[in-house]
């Protein structure tokens, strides 16, 4: 009976020993299950080196365990760790402490634990994992997937990738030792000396450290973080820090911001450019500039609009409107407090501007923002109200607190017109020039002239008749003196002084030929005025010329008058007979 048992404890025991040990549970990234996989079995894991080698049930589920300088070999790679496992049946390999993975290409893998499939030449690594790169990236992440056959590395688990000069952190990255390329999903940040990129999809070029955008992205300085860029789409290079963008991008520097549909920004030169609907925005200044094509330069402070630019100055009350063929904006140190700064805004080639009480043209408009002059040069007109002002050169003096004009002073060829009665459409305008003038401007509206030099003036004087109590045209009035201060009222043009050299006289319309009724540089224009801020954008809005009336009713009948007697008294006189 005691031989029977101890046969069957025998047999027990002899076939236990002869079970095949437990397949391993791998995980899902091992399986096959890429087209791209081989199917079949691969290559053996071969065993280098161990100081031990067991084959116990009670351990590993009796699979091959390596224990002491184990090392094991497959295709090239190097499989080091305090323990290894090898699963014959599945060519598998796991790894157990101080796991060191070496392959071809240079690239190392070390982590506490490793598992790695001799079929389909993947492997996972566990717990405080690091991936070297032959060129000195290195990767930090708590679990990575490798994947031989695609020589890529994969986290999910957040990491870090440092290249030696930035340090990128996400939540999961696809990286392609091949071509150095990191596919970075979900929240990115990636951080060097000066700069933070952070976005949600990004491309991390570790070979030319080009950064390619495909998500919502910042690009923010360290040192000035207000100095950033905005963009969905483009690439930024890290090295050289030029950034180009194609989708919904913005750049902000010196507080402001600059749009387009593409731009282009040098973050250590300051140089940018903007193509496609451009747009220039100064909220400090409250000044933004619209146009085809820009340029920035964020160290000189300065910036151009091409491609029909415009500036729109925002005002509370009134803003003020420029066009032209380019336009510049820049700033500059208060000669008289170097803390401060003035902002200039220039309009070169046929200029223009619309304010709701002036409009205007010239070949050029400087406009000094912070002290509200403006200058226009060459052939410059200036409108407002149903009055003109022109001469070799405008200048236009705004009050900053309350936005209004206060003042226009023309120097040289200076000649204001107004009609002299905007509710007809007679020929009859008011007119006062001289070589230098200033108009001065009262609740929005020009109210009062001084001309200096060479002054003259031609102004329609009416009365109020005493019966119907309505103006009646009395004449014209011709004044002719060194000084000249004329009143603007009610369309009308009064003669408040004339001094120095003074003629004055005032002729009834039967007695002023049409000659005398206006200046020989007469220049009433109507076909190039600016009624609307959208005429600024053309470089005319070639409206059709207004045809006044011409009446000369009076003068004709006064001088029929005197031909008729000049040919009664020529009647009278004897005739000469020749002999």
């Given at each position: 009976m005691k031989i029977f048992c101890f046969l069957l404890i025998f047999l027990a025991a002899f076939f236990k020993a002869q079970e095949k040990p437990k397949p391993v549970q791998k995980d899902p990234f091992l399986q096959n299950n890429s087209a791209k996989t081989p199917s079949g079995p691969g290559k053996k894991v071969k065993i280098i080196n161990a100081d031990e080698i067991i084959k116990d049930p009670k351990i590993y589920d009796g699979n091959q365990t390596l224990k002491g300088n184990v090392k094991v070999e497959h295709q090239g790679s190097i499989l080091s760790a305090d323990i290894i496992v090898i699963y014959e049946e599945e060519n598998f390999a796991r790894a157990i402490g101080n796991a060191r993975l070496v392959n071809p290409d240079g690239s190392v893998i070390t982590s506490s634990e490793m598992e790695y499939d001799g079929n389909t030449q993947k492997g996972v690594a566990k717990k405080n994992v690091v991936l070297n790169d032959p060129k000195g990236t290195i990767i930090k992440t708590e679990t990575l997937y490798y994947d031989r056959l695609g020589n890529q590395a994969y986290y999910n688990t957040g990491g870090t990738i440092n290249d030696g000069k930035s340090t990128t952190y996400s939540k999961s990255a696809t990286y392609f030792l091949d071509t150095r390329t990191i596919d970075l999903t979900g929240r990115v940040k990636i951080e060097d000396r000066e700069y933070t990129l952070e976005g949600d999809n990004v491309v991390q070029n570790q070979n030319t450290n080009v950064v390619t955008i495909n998500g919502y992205t910042v690009i923010t300085n360290k040192k000035n973080p207000k100095n950033r860029i905005i963009t969905e789409k483009g690439t930024h290079n890290m090295n050289t820090k030029e950034s180009f963008l194609t989708k919904n991008s913005k750049i902000y520097y010196n507080d402001k911001i600059l749009t387009g549909d593409e731009l282009y920004f040098n973050q250590l030169t300051g140089y940018g450019t903007g193509t496609g609907n451009v747009t220039l925005d100064d909220p400090l200044e409250k000044r933004y500039i619209k146009g085809g094509y820009g340029e920035i330069y964020e160290k000189k402070d300065s910036a151009m609009m091409t491609k029909s630019p415009y500036a729109v100055k925002i005002l509370e009350k009134d803003s003020i409107y420029f066009a032209s063929e380019k336009i510049l904006s820049y700033q500059k140190p208060d000669t008289l407090d170097v803390t401060k700064k003035k902002s200039f805004l220039r309009a070169f080639k046929k200029a223009r501007i619309y304010k709701s009480n002036a409009q205007g043209r010239a070949d050029s408009i400087a406009f000094d923002e912070t002290d509200g002059i403006m200058h226009m040069y060459r052939d410059?007109?200036?409108?407002?109200?149903?009055?003109?002002?022109?001469?070799?050169?405008?200048?236009?003096?705004?009050?900053?607190?309350?936005?209004?004009?206060?003042?226009?002073?023309?120097?040289?060829?200076?000649?204001?017109?107004?009609?002299?009665?905007?509710?007809?459409?007679?020929?009859?305008?008011?007119?006062?020039?001289?070589?230098?003038?200033?108009?001065?401007?009262?609740?929005?509206?020009?109210?009062?002239?001084?001309?200096?030099?060479?002054?003259?003036?031609?102004?329609?004087?009416?009365?109020?008749?005493?019966?119907?109590?309505?103006?009646?045209?009395?004449?014209?009035?011709?004044?002719?003196?060194?000084?000249?201060?004329?009143?603007?009222?009610?369309?009308?043009?009064?003669?408040?002084?004339?001094?120095?050299?003074?003629?004055?006289?005032?002729?009834?319309?039967?007695?002023?030929?049409?000659?005398?009724?206006?200046?020989?540089?007469?220049?009433?224009?109507?076909?190039?005025?600016?009624?609307?801020?959208?005429?600024?954008?053309?470089?005319?809005?070639?409206?059709?010329?207004?045809?006044?009336?011409?009446?000369?009713?009076?003068?004709?009948?006064?001088?029929?008058?005197?031909?008729?007697?000049?040919?009664?008294?020529?009647?009278?006189?004897?005739?000469?007979?020749?002999?």
């Open positions: 410059p007109i200036l409108w407002s109200d149903q009055k003109q002002v022109t001469g070799d050169k405008v200048e236009t003096y705004f009050n900053t607190a309350n936005e209004n004009i206060d003042s226009i002073k023309v120097i040289g060829n200076a000649l204001a017109i107004s009609k002299a009665d905007s509710l007809n459409m007679k020929d009859e305008f008011n007119q006062v020039k001289g070589k230098l003038m200033t108009v001065y401007y009262q609740e929005g509206k020009i109210h009062e002239a001084k001309v200096i030099g060479n002054a003259q003036a031609i102004s329609y004087v009416d009365d109020v008749d005493a019966v119907t109590k309505k103006p009646v045209r009395i004449g014209i009035n011709l004044s002719s003196c060194g000084i000249i201060g004329a009143l603007f009222q009610d369309q009308a043009l009064y003669i408040l002084s004339c001094n120095i050299g003074a003629t004055d006289d005032t002729y009834p319309m039967s007695m002023i030929e049409p000659s005398k009724r206006k200046f020989p540089d007469f220049n009433w224009n109507t076909k190039d005025r600016i009624r609307k801020w959208q005429d600024i954008l053309v470089d005319t809005p070639n409206y059709e010329e207004i045809q006044y009336e011409s009446d000369t009713s009076l003068y004709d009948q006064s001088q029929k008058i005197i031909d008729d007697a000049k040919a009664k008294e020529e009647a009278k006189k004897p005739k000469r007979v020749r002999k």
